[in-house]
C-alpha cells in the first residue's frame, strides 16, 4: 500500500529554519512528482512547493519564494523542503503528496501523507 510519511516539523521561532522529509513506499518513486501542500487555522489547503520525476523542474507559490527550497532524492525515495526565515505566517500542517501529474493543485496529487505540524512562534 502506498504510504507518504512527513517528518521534521516542529515549534520553531521567526527566523529559524526546519527541514521536512517526506518518505514513500510502495511506489515507483522517480515516476511520481511530488508536491507539499499546507492548511493554516481557517485557511483552504494551499500549494507550496512541488518537484516533477525529473529533478530541476520545480513550482513555489510566491509567498515562499526564496525562502523554500524542495528537492529529491530518488534513491531514498525521499522528498525534502528545506525552510529558511520562517514566519509566523507559515504556520501550518504541512503535507506532502504524490502524483502522476506535475502541478500546482492538489487535484495533480493522488498520495497523501498524514500531515506535520509546523508552527512559528513570533
Known amino acids: 500500500q502506498v504510504q507518504l510519511v512527513e517528518s521534521g516539523g516542529g515549534l520553531v521561532q521567526a527566523g529559524g529554519s526546519l527541514r521536512l522529509s517526506c518518505a514513500a513506499s510502495?511506489?515507483?518513486?522517480?515516476?511520481?512528482?511530488m508536491g507539499w501542500f499546507r492548511q493554516a487555522p481557517g485557511k483552504e489547503r494551499e500549494f507550496v512547493s512541488a518537484?516533477?520525476?525529473?529533478?530541476?523542474?520545480?513550482y513555489y507559490t510566491d509567498s515562499v519564494k526564496g525562502r523554500f527550497t524542495i528537492s529529491r532524492d530518488n534513491a531514498k525515495n525521499t522528498v525534502y523542503v528545506q525552510m529558511n526565515s520562517l514566519k509566523p505566517e507559515d504556520t501550518a500542517v504541512y503535507y506532502c503528496?504524490?502524483?502522476?501529474?506535475?502541478?500546482?493543485?492538489?487535484?495533480?496529487?493522488?498520495?497523501w501523507g498524514q500531515g506535520t505540524q509546523v508552527t512559528v512562534s513570533s
Open positions: 503528496a504524490a502524483g502522476r501529474r506535475f502541478g500546482k493543485s492538489a487535484g495533480d496529487y493522488l498520495y
Open positions: 518537484i516533477s520525476w525529473t529533478p530541476g523542474n520545480t
Open positions: 510502495a511506489l515507483t518513486f522517480s515516476n511520481y512528482a
